[in-house]
């Protein structure tokens, strides 16, 4: 059974920094590619920043400079550190392993706002 468990979410200043953690079980995780989306109320989910089995990373526009997505292969675990948060970043963030298949984590909500 394949699991994606988002944790690290909650409320922040603008300007703050949250760190999120996606632990994966029931996958080779190395193999696959992991990134991290967002869903604001009322639009689509889109991506965030994404990490192949390689380390080859990439990023919305919104967000570079300000986010880094990285990975831990001993830990099955993928995060992404968030700087200098503005409220236009709230939103549910969610986990997403790739790969032959896809599989999607639950969503953890981060909220900016003073």
């Known amino acids: 059974q394949v699991q994606l468990v988002e944790s690290g979410g909650g409320l922040v200043q603008p300007g703050g920094s949250l760190r999120l953690s996606c632990a994966a079980s029931g996958i080779s995780f190395s193999i696959y590619g992991m990134g991290w989306y967002r869903q604001a109320p009322g639009k689509e989910r889109e991506p965030v920043a994404s990490i192949l089995s390689r380390g080859i990373t990439n990023y919305a526009d919104s967000v570079k400079g300000r986010f880094t997505i990285s990975r831990d292969n001993t830990k099955n675990t993928v995060y992404l550190q968030m700087n200098s948060l503005k409220p236009e970043d709230t939103a549910v963030y969610y986990c997403?392993?790739?790969?032959?298949?896809?599989?999607w984590g639950q969503g953890t909500q981060v909220t900016v706002s003073s």
């Open positions: 997403k392993a790739f790969n032959v298949r896809d599989y």
